[in-house]
């Protein structure tokens, strides 16, 4: 897992905003997801966890779920049963879209300007109000591609 810190979000501040305790447990899961430079499976979050601290497979998903349901972050699904989660936008990362390889399952965050997204606001095209969108597009990524020619 390749890692860029991020040394601005303040983790603690971003769950009590929503109303959600911050917990050793759920700064953790919190932290594991802000530091990895792209989307994650609950598996690959408790694998980094389960290295420092004594904690289980159920309460990682509890807690992914629940982070998921105060929206800090978001689920991101792969096409199949599979999901990816990821922090959800905030002022220091803005929304972008993710490339997703179907042969490896590799999940990589897009830059933001690489692809212009959708405005939030009210506008006349859109039925309502939009509250939140992933844009995931699915491909064969460099690697698999050497792999299979
Ligand atoms: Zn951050
Ligand atoms: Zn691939
Ligand atoms: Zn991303």
């Excluded at 905003?17 to 598996?43: C, E, M, N, S, Y």
């Amino acid at each position: 897992m390749s890692l860029a810190m991020c040394e601005r979000c303040n983790y603690q501040k971003i769950l009590e905003k929503v109303g959600i305790k911050p917990t050793k447990h759920r700064l953790a899961v919190l932290q594991v997801l802000g530091i990895a430079a792209h989307p994650l499976t609950a598996q690959d979050v408790f694998d980094a966890l389960k290295a420092c601290r004594t904690i289980n497979r159920v309460t990682v998903y509890r807690i992914l779920e629940s982070l998921v349901e105060g929206g800090v972050v978001d689920k991101i699904s792969t096409g199949d049963r599979s999901f990816r989660y990821g922090l959800a936008p905030n002022e220091n990362h803005p929304q972008h879209a993710h490339f997703y390889c179907r042969l490896c399952g590799l999940m990589a965050c897009l830059p933001p300007e690489s692809l212009p997204l959708p405005s939030r606001s009210p506008s006349s095209v859109m039925p309502g109000i939009v509250e939140k969108y992933e844009i995931r597009l699915d491909g064969v990524c460099h690697q698999c591609r050497l792999r299979h020619s």
